[in-house]
C-alpha cells in the first residue's frame, strides 16, 4: 500500500520530466489521470471512499464515472471541466477537496505539544542526585545507616 | 399466562434485591494503617532485587548499579521511617486502632476474636501455640495476647 | 415471549438506577445492607438482561419473523451458526448484546470482589451500574430489539426474513465483534476501579493491582478482535487489503492505542510512584474512546462501509460522553493532591525516559488517527468543502509514527530504571545497532531502494535482537546459576517473571507484524480480462484460465474459474476463485483463491465474467503472513503475561494487632 503511493508518485514524476507518452504505456497513464481526477470525486455507492480509492470490483458508481472521466480525457476535456460535469450532474455534494495542510498540521502539531509536555515534566521532576522521594533529604544519615542494616539483612534472607 | 409470567419475574427481582439478611453481610477485612506504606516497601524490594538481576546479565556499568543501589535503599529507608512513625502514632493514641470503616448494625454480634500466640522477641502472631517462632525463629513461650 | 422480553430490559434498566443509588446511598450512609442489596441488583440486571437476550436468540433461532429486528436479520435459509451471530449482527441486537456482555462483567466484578476493597466497591459498583444505565436506555426507549412489525396496529409477520449481509457470513466475522466487544467493554472495569479508588482518595495503587489483568484480558480482546477484522477484510472482501483506514476499522483502533499506553505506564506508577494523575487520564480516555468508538460506528456521524444505518442515538451518545469526560475531569482536577508523585526522575536518560516518549508517540498516533477519521467531519463544519482522505493520506502521516513506535520498543528495555551511563548504553546498544546496520547495508547492495522499507527492516532487526539478547542474557545467568540448560533456562527466566518476558514476546509479535506491513511496499497488482486458455504472468506466477463453471443452491448462486498457476516452469496447481450472488440480499461476495507462502501470497479474485472473457484480479503479496503469524505470537506473548509467576515473593507486614495478613505477595 504505501508503494502505491510511492510508485504514483514516480510515476507522476516520470510524467513530469521525461514528457509523457513514449516512456509509459497507455494503461498506466490512463490510470493516473483517471485517478487524479476521480480523487475530486465523492463515490456514490455507500463507501467512503473517491470515485479514485473505491475498493469495490463492480462498483456501480465507480467504475462507470471512471469510464466516463477516460472518455472525457481522451477527447482533450480538462480536469476542471470533467469535475464540473460531475457537479453538475450529482450536486455539489460529490466535490471533494484536496487534502489540506490543516489536515497535517495538527496531527504533528499535536506531537510537538506532546515533546513540549514531556519537557515540562521532566524539568518539574528531574532531580539528579538526591535521592528520590522528596522527605529521604531530611532522613539524618545515622537513621539512613540504621534502616541499612535491615535492609542488607533482607535482601539476603531473600535471595 | 404472559401478564403472570411478567408480575412472577418483577415479584422475583424485587424480593431478591430487596431480601438482604444480616448473614448476607460480607465480613470486611481490617484494613492495616500500614496498608499502602507495606506495599511500597514490598515494591522497593522488588526494584532492588530485578536491579540485581540486571547488574548480574551484564546490563548495567558498576557505577549505575552502586548509584541506584543506593537510591533504591534510602527510598527503603525513608518508608521504613515512615512506618516507624505511625507506629509510634498509634501507640501514642494519636492514630485510632484500624476498624473497619464500616460499622456493621449492632443487631449482628461481633465473632470472639480467636486466641493469639504472639512471639516475645519479633511480636509476630500465631493462631496456635509454637515452640519457635515461625517468623524469627527464636523460642516462644505459648503467651496468649 | 417478546413482552417478556422488552419488559426484562425496562425491570433491568430500573434495577440499575436503583444499583446507582443504593450503593451511593449506603456508602454515604454507612449502611450495609443497602451497599449489599445494590450488588444484588447488579447480579439482578445480569438476569434480566439474559432472559432478554435468550428470548431474542431463540426468536432469531425460531424465525420468528413477527419481530422487526428477525426479519431484518435472519431468514431461513441461512445456518444455524449465523442465525446465533445475528445476534450482533444488527443495531438492535448488538447494542442489547453490549448491555449483556457488560452486565456479565459487572456481575464478575462484584462476585469476585464481595469481599474485597469494602470501602470503594460501592462506587464501583455505581459507575459500572451508571454505564449499564445508559446502555439500558438504548435498549429500551430508544433501538429496542422487541419492536414488532405492524400493520395498521395489527403485528403481523412477514414470510421471510431479509438475512445477515452475506459478507458476514463468515466464521471469522461470528467472532470478531464480540471480541471487540469484549474488549470495548472490558475497559470499563479499569475505569471504575481507577474512579472508585479517586473518590475515596485511597492511599497506593490498589486499583492498579486489582485490575492488572482486566486490562491484559481486554487489551487481548482488542488485539484479537482487530486482526480478526484485518483477517476477515483480506479473505473475504476480495480487494486484497486488510487495513483500510476506515471510520470503523480506527474506531477500534483508539482504545486499543489507549489501552497499550496505559499498559505501559502504569508500570511507572508501580515501579516508582510516578505518573498517577496521567494514569488516571489514560485510563479514562481508553474508556471514553471505547464508548466513542461505539458511537463512531453507531450515529452515522463519519460515512464507513460497516456502520450501522443512521440512527437518532447518537445524540444520547454525545451527552454520555459530554457527561461522563466533565464528571471525570472534575473529579480528578479535584483530587490532584491526592494523585502526588512519590518519586522523582534521577537522570533524563533512563527508562522513565523511555515510557515518556512511548506514551507520547502512542498518543499521537492515537490522536493522529482520530483526528483523521473526524477531519471530514471537521473541514466541512469549518470551510463547508468535504475532503476526500484515503488510505494513502493515512499511511503517509502514520508510517513515519509507526516505525518511530517500533525503534521505540527496541529502545525501551536497553535503558535501566532511574539511570542509564554511556557506558552500558553502549554495552546494550552494540550488537541490535550493528545487526540492523549490517541488514541495512545488505538490503541496499541487494537492490532495495524503497527508505521506508530500509528503515522498518532495521528497526525490526534491531528490535528482535534486542529481545533476543534479553532472553539469552538472562537465561544464561540463571543456566549459570542453578546448572540447567539453556532451554530449560529460558522457560524458567520467563515462568520468574511472566509479565516482563510475556511482554518481550508480545513486542516480538509487533516486530513480526510489521515485517508483514513493510512487505506492502512491493506489493503487486494486476487486473486482466482473459479467454479460456490465455495466460498473464504476475511477479514469478504464470495464470492461465482454464474454464469457468458456473451453478447454485439454495443461498446462493456462483460462478468460479478454474486458473492453473505455474511457477519457474513447475506446475503449483489450480486455484479456483468464485463468485457469489446471495439470493436473499441479492449482494454479490467473492470467495478469493489465496496461495499462503511464508515469503509471498498469490492472490487472485475472480471478478465475473464479461462477455467471453473473465476478469482477473491477481495480486502478489510478499511477507503477508507474517502478520497472522505475529498476531499468533502476539496473543501468545499476552496469554504468557497472564499466567501468574512462579515466585512470589512475600515481604513481612508491618504488625498490627487485630490484622490478620501478615504478608504483602508482590507479583510479577
Redesign the interface.
Known sequence: ??????KLSVVGLGLLVIGLATAQNSAQRQSVDVRRVG??L?CKC?????V??C????CSFSNPAKQKIFDMERSGVSDQVIIDSFIKEYGD?I??????S???I??YS??AI??L??VW??RR????????????SS?PPE??DR??D??EQ??AH?? | MIIALTSLLAVVMVVFVISVRAKDLPQPEPVSPFEHLDERKASI?EN??DLQFEYRVGKLSDQDYQQTK??L??????V???IDRVKAEIAAGRIPVPAPELVRPAAVARKPEPTKYVCPSCKAEFQQPLKFCGDCGKPMKAAKA | MENIGALAVLLAFCLAIYAIAGSVAGKLRRNLFLIVSAERAVYGVWFLVTVASAILVSALMTGDFRISYVAQHSNRAMPMVYKFTAWWGGQEGSLLFWSWLLSSYAAVVVFTNRHKHRDFMPYVVAILSAVQTFFLILNTFVVSPFQMLAVDKLITAVPDGNGLNPLLQYPAMAIHPPMLYLGYVGFVVPFAFAMGSLITRQPGDGWIHTTRRWTMVTWLFQSCGIVLGAGWAYHV???G?YW?W??VENASLLPWLGGTAFLHSVMMQEK?G?MKVWNMVLVSATFFLCIFGTFLTRSGV????HAFAQSPIGKFFVVFLALGIAATIYLILDRLHYLK????????VSRE?SF??NN?VL??SC??VL??TL?PVI?EAVSG?????????F???M?P?GLFLLFLTGVGPLFAWRRTSSDSLRRNFMWPGAGALLLVIALLAAGMR?F??LISFGFCLFVAITIALEFYKGSKSISAKSEMNLARAMLELTHRNTRRYGGYLVHMGIVLMFIGFTG????ITRVDDMKTGESVRIGSYQLTVNAVHEGENDNYMWQSAAIGVVKNGKSLGVMEPESRVYKASRQ?T?EVAIRQRPNEDLYI?F??VNGDRATV?SYVFPLVSWIWIGALTLIFGTLVALVPSKVK?EYARTQVVGITRKHVAVEK
Not at chain 1, 55 to 58: G, K
Not at chain 3, 385 to 393: H, M
Open positions: 500500500m504505501w508503494l502505491s503511493r510511492s480523487h475530486h465523492a455507500g463507501c467512503p471512499d473517491t479514485a480509492t475498493a469495490m470490483l463492480e455534494g466535490y471533494r477537496a484536496d487534502p489540506n490543516f489536515g497535517w495538527i496531527p499535536a506531537l506532546g515533546v509536555v514531556i515534566f521532566v521532576y528531574y532531580k539528579p542526585g538526591t535521592a528520590a522521594a522528596p522527605e529521604a532522613l537513621a539512613l534502616y541499612r535491615q535492609i533482607d535482601m531473600l535471595d | 524490594y532492588l532485587r543506593l537510591d535503599q534510602k527510598e527503603l529507608a525513608t521504613m521511617a515512615e | 472482501l476480495g480487494w487489503g483500510a476506515d471510520p516508582k510516578m463519519v460515512s464507513s462501509v508523585s512519590e518519586s522523582q526522575l534521577e537522570s533524563v525516559s515518556l516518549f507520547l498518543l499521537a490522536f493522529a483526528w483523521g477531519f473541514s468543502e468535504k475532503i476526500s482522505l484515503d488510505k494513502e493520506w499511511n503517509q502521516l508510517i509514527i524503497n521506508y522499507a506492502g511496499a512491493f506489493n454479490p467473492h479474485n471478478a465475473g484480479q515473593r
